[in-house]
């Protein structure tokens, strides 16, 4: 659990390298940690949704680094979450979500646009969930829409 004082920050980066493989890259970023191990979590189900959707299932080739870039190991605690210990105060987590279905739920992505249902993409350090948050992307040439502001 978070103490009350915590004075960190949670920064998103979302990009879409290869759109037409139906993927996006998500870069976590936890600053302003306290010693000891931080647990990440997958969202299991989205508001609104009366059901488990296990976004996890999505994730792969997640990478957890410290904030000098030194390799962390993300220690499975169960199908959604993982706990990273050995931080320096910082752990960025990087992972892709595979997404094609556009229905609300999930995430979608292909050449046109990219359709984004944050529970469905994004890792969130347990404790911290009220923490301020910011969110960047990098959409790509032609591509309208709307961001989460920063």
Known sequence: MAPAAWAGAVRYRFSFPEPEHHWMLVEATFTGLPAGPV??????????RYALHEFAKNVYGLTVVDG???ALTAAALDPSAW???GHDGTVKATYRVFGDRI?????AVDR????????AVI?????FDLEPQKSSSSGRQGWRGRWPRS
């Open 123 to 127: 890792l969130w350090a347990r404790g």
């Open 83 to 85: 706990t990273i210990a």
């Open 68 to 70: 000098a870039g030194h």
């Open 39 to 48: 647990e990440l979590h997958m969202s299991r189900s989205s508001p609104g």
């Open 112 to 119: 046109t646009h990219a359709h984004i249902n944050m529970p």
């Open 103 to 107: 229905d609300g739920t999930y995430l």
